[in-house]
């Protein structure tokens, strides 16, 4: 046998390629929004411009990934749209369950938003109103989780699944989204902070985007729609990372125990409904889940 066969059937190239468009996608996301040469913070106002016009580039350009590396015959049937999962069938539930769950899993920290009277602020249309007039909501709420997720996950999760199984995808297509965060060790070095605090933040930066990663990818994989992780997506970046110091920061001990109670319930309880409510066929998708890889 000679060699570049016998290369050929020791390496899966449409998989090989699959990977490589993956972690191609991952360094042009990154270097899009450093393309832009300034000393600005990133939440000064033409530092977020720019980078809303590089992400808009990106949203176009990344599905050419996804048209050049699908293997057809996986996905025999399917349109570019499906893949991308931009269908109508589901939509519905395919934004409110996914919502519904992850409010679930934020459950402590919902009940302490009450508690601080967030809650009021919320039903107020000029609290809207006037946080959609900063760039920075539009940016936390909209673009970011629209771009990331169309990036990192419809653009890249078709890919994995048609060489792995989904409950392997979903565990390697957030690495490259957890990986991509480190970029924010460059932001933090900048506004002054030591390398190695900046590094420690985006290690721990790296460790939940990457566990929020696998969340979205499953997300994607289960319900087959775009706008489940992005609602999701938003939710999160919304609520932020939970903040335990608040909790024990709390005088009164009952209300501090039943504070953290309400953590322990709304992660048990998501763990519990992850599975029943994220059903494909409550989401009329066929396309991933039930997707086996064939010899």
Known sequence: MELTELIESSIDFPCLSGILGCLMLSVIYV???????????????????RRFFSVFVMTLFSPLSLYFGINEKFYEGATLWELLGIRWPGIIQAIIIPLC??????????YMQGLNGLWRLYVEPTYWLGSAKTLVWWRNQIIAPLSEEWTFRACMLPLLLQCFAPSTAIFI?????????????????????????ALLKSCFQFAYTTVFGAYAAFLFAKTGHFAA???????????????????????????RAKLLL??????????????????????????FWQKHITA
């Open 31 to 49: 270097g899009s929004l450093y393309v832009w040469r300034s000393p600005l913070d990133r939440d000064h106002p033409s530092v977020i411009k």
């Open 229 to 255: 992780p992005f609602t999701a997506h938003s939710f999160c970046n919304h609520m932020g990372f939970p903040d335990l110091s608040e909790v024990v920061a709390y005088e009164d001990s009952l209300e």
């Open 262 to 287: 309400l953590f322990v319930i709304g992660l048990a309880a998501w763990c519990f409904l992850l599975t029943p409510m994220t059903n494909p066929s409550w989401f009329n998708n066929t396309l």
């Open 101 to 110: 769950l992850t409010m679930v899993l934020f459950l402590g920290p919902l």
């Open 173 to 197: 297509c957030p690495l490259f989204f957890g990986v991509a965060h480190f970029h924010h060790l460059v932001e933090n070095t900048r506004r002054g902070m030591d390398f190695k605090t």
